[in-house]
């Protein structure tokens, strides 16, 4: 099973500095850490309630890293408990956004136009328990619903997924057009060594992008080092072409992508762990 495990927001790399700010100050997030390694410069970003998310600078040689030409229909999602009270946060601040439409577990979300017109998918989800005080953006962090992918048939791309990245179909409504899907959160399992599961919904589109495309906000999904290269020549043998492996996931952080038949860019990560 591939792990859903967070993920990249692209930028240039000289702009880098900025968007750590505009992360910090905007939206309240907090930089633990900046580092530069063999696959470029890296800022972990710790959010306010749970979750961190990495900015990564479009720099090096591996195609993994470059900028895409197409923007794609993969969304990684963030989580705010009052939708409509980050939007005029953000409104108020001169970020745009985009109209709001319903998940079909009732969930609102909308995308924001972030630094360097990166688009932000933002969800909400109940406050539950939670009495914390958190930076006036809202955006808490990670939620359930990790991923949403917009595909021509939600049947056959909920098998595509079940057959080449082990994820489990919760339930496939054709009439309504979407599929349901879960899979474990990497750092439940690795770290933990339990089972939490994270969502991901396919929603039906006919406006699908004909070429391989990405998006700045990058979701990935783990795999451990001791299994990356039997995966990745298993998804070679099921006809699905991997990119060039980037880095090197035996001695450090090692990643690669892949497209689904609608061309949506899923990307994979592999690390030791500290």
């Known amino acids: 099973m591939y792990r859903w495990d967070g993920g990249f927001i692209m930028v240039d790399p000289e702009h880098f500095d900025k968007a750590v700010e505009w992360y910090e100050e905007l939206l309240?997030?907090?930089?633990?850490?900046?580092?530069?390694?063999?696959?470029?410069?890296?800022?972990?970003?710790?959010?306010?309630?749970?979750?961190?998310?990495?900015?990564?600078?479009?720099?090096?040689?591996?195609?993994?890293?470059?900028?895409?030409?197409?923007?794609?229909?993969?969304?990684?999602?963030?989580?705010?408990?009052?939708?409509?009270?980050?939007?005029?946060?953000?409104?108020?601040?001169?970020?745009?956004?985009?109209?709001?439409?319903?998940?079909?577990?009732?969930?609102?979300?909308?995308?924001?136009?972030?630094?360097?017109?990166?688009?932000?998918?933002?969800?909400?989800?109940?406050?539950?328990?939670?009495?914390?005080?958190?930076?006036?953006?809202?955006?808490?962090?990670?939620?359930?619903?990790?991923?949403?992918?917009?595909?021509r048939d939600p049947k056959q791309s909920a098998e595509w997924y079940e057959k080449h990245l082990g994820f489990e179909i919760v339930e496939v409504d054709y009439d309504n057009g979407y599929a349901h899907l879960r899979t474990e959160d990497a750092y439940d399992r690795n770290a933990l060594d339990e089972c939490f599961w994270d969502h991901i919904w396919l929603l039906q589109t006919n406006d699908v992008v004909e070429k391989p495309n990405d998006n700045k906000a990058r979701t990935y999904y783990d795999i451990r080092p001791e299994v990356f290269f039997l995966e990745y020549n298993q998804l070679i043998k099921n006809g699905v072409k991997p990119s060039e492996i980037a880095g090197d996931?035996?001695?450090?952080?090692?990643?690669?992508?892949?497209?689904?038949?609608?061309?949506?860019r899923i990307n994979v990560w592999s690390y030791i762990e500290n």
């Open 28 to 151: 309240g997030w907090k930089c633990l850490d900046k580092i530069t390694s063999w696959v470029g410069r890296k800022a972990f970003m710790k959010m306010p309630r749970s979750g961190v998310v990495t900015i990564k600078s479009f720099e090096g040689e591996y195609d993994h890293f470059q900028s895409p030409k197409t923007e794609g229909n993969v969304k990684l999602v963030f989580v705010t408990y009052d939708l409509d009270k980050t939007l005029h946060y953000l409104a108020d601040r001169n970020v745009n956004f985009t109209e709001i439409n319903v998940l079909p577990n009732g969930q609102r979300y909308c995308d924001i136009v972030a630094f360097e017109d990166t688009k932000l998918t933002i969800a909400e989800e109940p406050r539950g328990e939670d009495e914390a005080t958190y930076p006036p953006a809202g955006i808490v962090g990670f939620g359930t619903v990790n991923t949403i992918i917009h595909v």
């Open 249 to 264: 996931p035996i001695k450090g952080w090692g990643g690669f992508h892949i497209y689904d038949p609608d061309n949506n």
